[in-house]
């Protein structure tokens, strides 16, 4: 019997070897793989939480099956071995039957939570909640138009794309459902890839300055905010310029939107089968932009898209436009910011707002000689811009306000490519939808800069603010607008150099931007805009503004 059980010991402790050489793996970061089971290396904490559970779960079943069937080849052996020793074969059997009673209590358990409820035997990862997350607001300058594939929602015969446009369309609606926790795990996972993929590959200015080496030509610009940006050519906001700004702003679930009351899984869906809305509203092609939009007729060579894609933007204006935030306020979303009920821009011939002049040079619509002495301007020009104008009304018989930014809708055809997987079959179903959208825009009177006939040439300028409360007197604020001012449009040398050329050589029609009233703008980069070759000096003029209400973020500060 000794030379039995010997051999039954030296074959187990071979077995054992056998088994530690077959489960062999190096003790690192990196967890075991066991046939199918194994851990991922990397992923998101709320992907890794549920494999984690998954993976211990499955290896501590292996394990649990394992022990057991140890205990049963053990306790047979013991059985066998023991012939004659009555104490020694209860206890094989008791062994033996504590493992099949293990194996049991462990099946058991497993088909009778089953019945009870399917989630109790099943790791969810869908019911795994994944922090809310949500893109910064600022500016974000990209190399590319950003997107990424929904795993999800595409299949082997389709792909379908979640954008960063069609993310910022729906940014109010995920928001709410991801909060109230009714926005589907797939969309949120998505949009978290989205959200990786556009913090790695773009830039945020949330504030004016500098942009890095890598972004100096970029290819888009998205707007995350109520917020408005101007390229700048040279560095410390110095040189040509470029506004980028909104000028109409959707709202998707709007009250006469064909998706008012839809939850974001619903539009969702029909935007990334569409492929977006036909139509851009947060983000434009640097190579086109609104500068078409804002220049007035004739000058339209200003901003080619060759002009564009050439020019480096080595600095960027970052501003907070107040229209968008009244925008919101017409499109009745519930939080809407700040924004002035009115203001004026006034530009004076002399510094300190003329008040050191001459009585007659401060007397309304008066003329005072130009500074280069080659004859005479108005002593002031002001320009005013409000939300509201006076219509008449003949039912009334009397002029009354009326809003001129106005909510409308717009109405678009959509193709809706819909993937159905049912038994490992794909079918595309295809719909063609109408949606209507709640949008809000800027009227014409609002868009383009004032323009003059010849550079006014001024020292000083005014920036004041309106605001009225509960009807009553209007109250003067400091600030609250912002003054784009161009200089004079360049002239080409007969020896044939082209615009792109001039615009980079001399200061004709570079820009300056203001939103703080200034009382001498010989200290500022305006001051460099016109020439007087017989006197041999530079004055401040301008040619264009633009009167846009908001504020600059960060500006004098980094100047």
């Known amino acids: 019997m000794s030379q039995k059980k010997l051999i039954l010991t030296i074959l187990f402790f071979l077995l054992l070897f056998d088994l530690a050489k077959a489960f062999e793996f190096k003790w690192e970061i990196t967890y075991p793989t066991i ?14 939480l549920p494999k984690y559970i998954l993976y211990i779960w499955q290896v501590f079943s292996i394990i649990a099956v394992l022990l057991a069937f140890f205990a049963i080849v053990t306790g047979g052996i013991l059985y066998f071995s023991s012939f ?62 950003i997107k990424v594939k929904d795993n999800f929602l595409s299949g082997k015969t389709a792909e379908y794309n979640l954008s960063f446009e069609t993310y910022l369309l729906m940014k109010d609606v995920i928001k709410r459902d991801w909060l109230n926790e009714s926005l589907a795990y797939e969309k949120r996972k998505t949009i978290v890839d989205l959200l990786t993929k ?14 890095p080496l890598e972004f100096r030509k970029p290819q888009w610009i998205y707007f995350a905010g109520n917020y408005g940006a101007i390229l700048h050519v040279f560095p410390n906001f110095k040189g040509y310029c470029f506004p980028y700004i909104l000028f109409e702003k ?49 000058q339209e060579q200003i901003g080619t898209s060759t002009i564009l894609k050439s020019l480096p933007k080595f600095s960027v204006t970052v501003f907070l436009d107040y229209r968008l935030n009244y925008i919101d306020k017409v499109l009745e979303k519930k939080e809407v910011g700040y924004y002035p009920d009115g203001g004026k821009i006034t530009f004076y011939s002399l510094r300190d707002f003329n008040e050191g002049a001459a009585p ?67 079918q595309i179903i295809t719909e063609n939808k109408e949606v209507q959208i709640d949008v809000a825009s800027v009227p014409e009177e609002l868009k383009r800069p004032y323009a003059f006939e010849e550079p006014y040439i001024g020292y000083s300028v005014k920036i004041q603010s309106i605001e009225k409360k509960d009807n009553q007197k209007e109250e003067i604020k400091e600030g609250g607008w912002i003054g784009i001012l161009w200089g004079p449009l360049p002239s080409l040398k007969p020896s044939g150099e082209s615009l792109l050329e001039r615009i980079l050589e001399s200061p004709q029609y570079w820009c300056d931007i203001f939103d703080q009233s200034d009382r001498n703008f010989e200290d500022n980069y305006v001051s460099y805009f016109c020439e007087s070759k017989a006197r041999a000096k530079r004055y401040p003029c301008f040619r264009e503004l633009l009167l846009l209400p908001g504020k600059i973020i960060d500006l004098y500060g980094k100047r």
Do not use: H
């Open 84 to 145: 004659g020793n009555i104490g020694k074969m209860m206890e094989a059997k008791d062994k033996i039957l504590s493992a099949f009673i293990g194996i049991l209590i462990l099946i058991g358990g497993y088909f009778i939570f089953k019945a009870a409820r399917q989630e109790f035997v099943r790791i969810e990862i869908g019911k795994i909640n994944i922090p809310f997350d949500e893109i910064e607001e600022g500016i974000w300058l990209c190399n590319e138009d």
């Open 198 to 211: 556009v913090r790695k590959e773009c830039i945020r200015m949330g504030s004016s300055g500098d942009t």
């Open 250 to 298: 959707p709202r998707i679930d709007g009250p006469s939107s064909t998706y008012a009351g839809y939850s974001a899984n619903e539009i969702y869906e029909d935007l990334v089968f569409a492929g977006g809305l036909p139509e851009r509203f947060f983000s434009f092609e640097v190579a086109t932009g609104t500068v078409k939009k804002i220049y007035p007729a004739g």
């Open 35 to 48: 046939g199918p089971i194994f851990l991922p290396k990397t992923g998101e904490p709320f992907e890794l």
């Open 360 to 426: 007659k040079y401060q007397k309304p619509n008066s003329l005072c000689p130009k500074a280069d002495l080659t004859g005479e301007q108005p002593c002031s020009l002001e320009f005013a811009q409000s939300w509201t104008k006076k219509v008449f009304n003949p039912q009334t018989g009397k002029e009354e306000e009326v809003g001129i930014i106005k909510r409308g809708v717009k109405k678009y055809n959509l193709t809706i490519n819909r993937l159905k997987k049912e038994g490992g079959q794909e």
